[in-house]
C-alpha cells in the first residue's frame, strides 16, 4: 500500500519560516519524482515545487520562486519543503504528490497527472 504522509504545517507570522515533510512508503522512492501543491481557501490547487527522482530537474511556481526550496533524501524516502519569508497568501492545505517524471507541464489541472497524495498539511500565516 502506497502512502505518503505530510508533517511540519503550523501557524507562522508573515517573514517566517517552515520545513514541511512527506514520508513515502509502498513504492520504490528513488524511481519517482515528487511534487508539493497546495490548495488554499475557494482556490484551486497549484503547482509549488516539482523535483526530479535524482534531483536534477527542479520546478517552481511563479509565486514561490526564489522562497521555497524542495529537497529530498531518497534514503530516508523523504521529501522536503523549505519555506522562507511566507506571505499571507502562502495560507493553504499542502500536499506531496509522486509521478514517473516532473515534465515542464506537471502543474497542470493541478497535478492531474500524479499518481500518488498525501492527505496534507496545513500551513496559515497571520499578517
Known amino acids: 500500500q502506497v502512502r505518503l504522509v505530510e508533517s511540519g504545517g503550523d501557524l507562522v507570522q508573515a517573514g517566517g519560516s517552515l520545513r514541511l515533510s512527506c514520508t513515502v512508503s509502498?513504492?520504490?522512492?528513488?524511481?519517482?519524482?515528487m511534487a508539493w501543491f497546495r490548495q488554499g481557501p475557494g482556490k484551486e490547487r497549484e503547482g509549488v515545487s516539482c523535483?526530479?527522482?535524482?534531483?536534477?530537474?527542479?520546478y517552481y511556481g511563479d509565486s514561490v520562486k526564489g522562497r521555497f526550496t524542495i529537497s529530498r533524501d531518497n534514503a530516508e524516502n523523504t521529501l522536503y519543503l523549505q519555506m522562507n519569508s511566507l506571505k499571507p497568501e502562502d495560507t493553504a492545505m499542502y500536499f506531496c504528490?509522486?509521478?514517473?517524471?516532473?515534465?515542464?507541464?506537471?502543474?497542470?489541472?493541478?497535478?492531474?497527472?500524479?499518481?500518488?497524495w498525501g492527505q496534507g498539511t496545513q500551513v496559515t500565516v497571520s499578517s
Open positions: 504528490a509522486a509521478d514517473w517524471a516532473c515534465g515542464e507541464n506537471w502543474y497542470q489541472g493541478g497535478g492531474a497527472d500524479f499518481d500518488y
Open positions: 509502498g513504492l520504490r522512492f528513488d524511481d519517482y519524482a
Open positions: 523535483m526530479s527522482e535524482t534531483g536534477v530537474v527542479i
